[in-house]
């Protein structure tokens, strides 16, 4: 191996580490320039949301798409298709399949809770649910997305070229769970179930082939619980007018001051998902192929 092939591949491109810590740096000057290109623009949307932390997430988001659209049109010239973004990935029927596949898990998992009181729903201080609703998903839209396009976006779709779909997946949701250590109520428990998440996330992308669909499904996971139930976010609490859902079971099955999604009970959510992603992804008896299950053979080129 000479000094070129250890930098360059036989095609061209970076070799696929460089070329994940090109997008890395890439990233990194891109949230400094729109933190400081539209930092009052941004300030000013958080004071009209009134939740702290979201103009770091529309800086966070914008710099990200930018890196992405940078580097496939610079060092890594490919189609959008490569990492789930091109359009008729945003086709409506896959955003409401992402959407429902992101609800139900946790949904189920919660209604889990409640059916033996180990949740309970009491009053709070009132308030508009809707004002809130709206000012809660104007923080997450962006947070989910951004989370999406770190973890399964631009390093997951290079890492399932340069090493393979299953460590691609494993890397990149190991990493995902430990971008939340730093969260309230952190402890192992919350860890490896979002780990678990981060799994399951990478599954939607690939039975979908859309990045957007993940989105959605992180989205849907964190609106049920924050809009819905009214119960910590991966232990940030949000606005809760009128009621909120607050624990009262052992810890390990509930998730504690974590939420719902870092107990035991959110685990199962998640593996029922990845069990209804499998089934429609083997072939039929009639020898047909499921009519929505892609691959992420498909998101090369």
Not at 202 to 213: F, G, H, I, K
Request: hydrophobic letters at 50%; proline letters at 7%.
């Amino acid at each position: 191996m000479n000094l070129r092939s250890f930098f360059i591949a036989h095609d061209g491109r970076p070799q696929p580490p460089w070329r994940i810590l090109l997008f890395l740096t890439l990233g990194a000057a891109c949230i400094l320039v729109v933190t400081v290109a539209l930092g009052p623009v941004l300030q000013k949307l958080e004071e009209i949301v009134g939740i702290g932390g979201t103009a770091a997430a529309y800086a966070t988001t914008i710099a990200l798409l930018l890196a992405h659209w940078m580097t496939l049109r610079t060092y890594d010239q490919r189609a959008y298709v490569f990492v789930g973004l091109q359009a008729e990935a945003a086709r409506p029927p896959v955003l409401l399949r992402g959407w429902l596949l992101g609800a139900l898990p946790i949904a189920f998992a919660s209604f889990l809770l409640l059916a033996p009181g180990w949740l309970d729903v009491v009053p709070s201080e009132p308030g508009s649910w809707w004002r809130a609703a709206l000012q809660v998903s104007l923080l997450l839209l962006p947070a989910a997305l951004y989370e999406e396009l770190l973890a399964r976006g631009y390093i997951f779709a290079t890492l399932s070229e340069w090493l393979g779909r299953p460590i691609a997946v494993g890397l990149t949701s190991v990493a995902f769970g430990l971008m939340h250590v730093p969260n309230p109520g952190s402890n192992p428990l919350p860890i490896v179930v979002v780990t678990l998440a981060g799994v399951y996330l990478a599954a939607v992308l690939l039975a979908t082939r859309s990045l957007y669909a993940a989105w959605m499904a992180h989205w849907a996971w964190n609106w049920v619980m924050a809009v819905g139930f009214h119960v910590p976010v991966s232990g940030l609490s949000l606005a809760r007018p009128d009621y909120q859902t607050v624990d009262s079971g052992p810890d390990w099955l509930t998730g504690g001051t974590w939420g719902p999604e870092g107990g035991a009970i959110a685990g199962v959510g998640m593996i029922g998902g990845l069990v209804y992603l499998y089934w429609r992804r083997k072939p039929r008896a009639d020898g047909r192929k499921p009519s929505t299950i892609h691959t992420n053979d498909d998101i090369e080129g």
